[in-house]
């Protein structure tokens, strides 16, 4: 008998959280995996392969020091004094593109000012 692989899918769909629960522990036993490498699953391990080299940093709050905030936004973007106020009240994207040494140098400087700030 072939492997039905949209059989397994349906009846996979039906079962309940204690069911899969169980179907997760039964496999863990049969094929001696441990949970570290069963949750790492196929997005981890596309990851790895592809590893990101280009990131957006995103200003997410400005915090209660925007003033501090506002004149790391001058210093990293060049932006006018209104222009770095704006971004900073409204957030949004602050450098896109960048490599993740950039990146992560301009999220420590805002940071350190204060703000919240995201990579993508």
Do not use: H, W, Y
Not at 9 to 38: G, M, Q
Not at 76 to 89: F, M, V
């Amino acid at each position: 008998m072939a492997f039905n692989k949209e059989q397994f899918l349906d009846d996979l769909a039906t079962i309940n959280l204690l069911e899969l629960a169980d179907l997760i522990d039964a496999i863990k036993e049969k094929f001696n995996v441990t949970a570290a490498v069963v949750s790492a699953g196929p997005a981890t391990a596309a990851a790895a392969v592809e590893e990101k080299t280009e990131f957006d940093v995103v200003l997410l709050d400005a915090g209660s020091s925007k003033i501090n905030v506002i004149k790391e936004l001058r210093a990293i973007t060049g932006l006018g004094l209104k222009e770095a106020k704006d971004l900073s009240e409204k957030g949004g994207a602050i450098k896109e593109g960048v490599n993740k040494e950039e990146a992560e140098k301009v999220k420590a400087q805002l940071e350190a000012a204060g703000a919240r700030v995201e990579l993508k």
